[in-house]
């Protein structure tokens, strides 16, 4: 499944809509990224340029003008010529025929024209649109642009008066997601899935993590999809590394291995973290500890629920997180004092999710004001609470350290509940005991 073409330009009408009349929105895509002598980084537009516009190659800028009320705002892209030499190369290109015929664009120009043509689109502008603060090199150009066009006053034009932040408009429509979206953030989940569920089939003690994460990069290989972001895979003390990504040890027998990783598919993340025993057993004590963590994450979820502030799943999985630790004995005290003087921090130090799409941590403000905001149906975001007992914590009975659990699901809050992407990778003990035995 792709976006069509439809599904960019519903997305332009929107922004022309929240631009007003008389303005014009001005977004690069993301530049090519060295890697080391000759060689770059595999290339992946920007995600809120490709959102707006469906177009994947590097060295482009999107322009969109409005013009007076109940008038036809203007699309223009901004791209590289087609280059037969550099073609043999690298690559086909659109080139500005195109861009006009298979992007949608009303008008297309060279990239090398950018700064030539751009002036004349700014004059008699009441407002300018961009993304302040993203590339210090563009806005840059952005300035110089700003006062070439007010140069132009005494031949009747002038360049916008307002400068304004185009990312808090991009942020909040990329925010709420469309069915569209929605389905294409289910493929790569269940992608996600599928690659973790061959991790807990393929794993043995002494395997090496970098090997263990082969098996998950085969899987998104072979649907045609890259990693969200890099792939955590840590046996034993490791997992209590957060972002540990080196994954070059020993997977020990009787460690568990916590694992953070996915795919995206067409542009669309998603997100998951299971954690599970190298031998295809939880000790005692890891399946005590896994169990509340397991509780607070599925307490978390059935509250992502329309109506309900952002950081609520994250105080409801506190207070069973904390219960937890003062039952196994790793925490004394009253659990409220010890919920509000946040003693849970020594073994649950960060959030319980974040907004999710096209980026892993996807945009969106998390506050309206200073409050937190509230849920709404096509909203994505993770769910992962965790425990962590340093390895050498010597606050606690040794039994514990060096025990990390995470588990890590995606959910769309929907007008029927909490919608899980990420429910076909097992997550119980017990289901991923039957799961790793089976696999002998």
Not at 79 to 93: D, P, Q, V
Not at 197 to 224: C, D, H, W
Not at 336 to 362: C, I, K, N, P, Y
């Amino acid at each position: 499944m792709k976006l069509s073409q439809a599904d960019f330009k519903q997305r332009r009408d929107l922004l022309a809509q929240h631009i007003g009349s008389n303005s014009i929105a001005i977004i690069a895509t993301r530049a090519e990224m060295y890697r080391n002598r000759d060689a770059d980084y595999k290339y992946r537009a920007d995600s809120s340029f490709y959102y707006l516009t469906g177009f994947a190659e590097p060295e482009a800028v999107a322009v969109i003008e409005t013009f007076a009320e109940g008038e036809e705002y203007s699309y223009s892209l901004f791209c590289r010529e087609r280059n037969r030499e550099m073609e043999i190369w690298n690559g086909y290109r659109a080139g500005m025929d195109g861009a006009i015929e298979i992007y949608d664009a009303d008008e297309a120009y060279a990239i090398d024209l950018l700064d030539e043509e751009i002036i004349d689109k700014l004059l008699n502008k009441q407002r300018l649109y961009y993304r302040i603060g993203q590339n210090a090199e563009f806005d840059a150009r952005v300035s110089q642009w700003i006062q070439k066009a007010d140069a132009q006053q005494r031949r009747g034009g002038a360049a916008p008066a307002e400068v304004v932040q185009l990312d808090r408009i991009v942020d909040e429509m990329r925010l709420k997601k469309s069915a569209q979206e929605i389905e294409l953030m289910q493929i790569a989940s269940n992608i996600s899935a599928e690659a973790h569920t061959r991790a807990m089939q393929s794993v043995k003690p002494e395997m090496m993590e970098y090997a263990l994460e082969a098996e998950l990069n085969y899987i998104f290989g072979k649907n045609g999809c890259v990693p969200s972001y890099n792939s955590i895979v840590g046996g034993g003390e490791n997992a209590c590394i957060l972002h540990y990504v080196e994954n070059n040890k020993p997977l020990k027998d009787g460690d568990l291995v916590l694992i953070d990783a996915a795919c995206e598919y067409e542009f669309y993340a998603s997100d998951i973290t299971r954690t599970f025993p190298v031998n295809g057993k939880f000790s005692p004590e890891q399946k005590a500890l896994y169990n509340v963590v397991l509780e607070a994450q599925l307490a978390a979820i059935d509250a992502t629920r329309i109506g309900n502030h952002y950081k609520y799943p994250h105080e409801v999985a506190v207070k069973i997180l904390t219960q937890g630790l003062v039952d196994l004995g790793l925490l004394s005290g009253n659990v409220d004092e010890l919920v509000e003087s946040e003693a849970f921090r020594q073994f649950f130090m960060h959030g319980t999710g974040h907004w999710l799409g096209m980026d892993v941590h996807d945009v969106g403000a998390y506050k309206n004001g200073e409050d937190w905001r509230v849920y709404e149906a096509g909203m994505v975001v993770t769910v992962e609470p965790g425990l962590y007992v340093a390895p050498d914590d010597e606050t606690v009975d040794a039994k514990w350290c060096g025990i990390g659990i995470r588990i890590e699901d995606d959910i769309v809050v929907t007008e029927n509940g909490p919608l899980v992407l990420t429910k076909n990778v097992v997550k119980t003990v017990e289901e991923i005991e039957r799961l790793m035995a089976q696999a002998e």
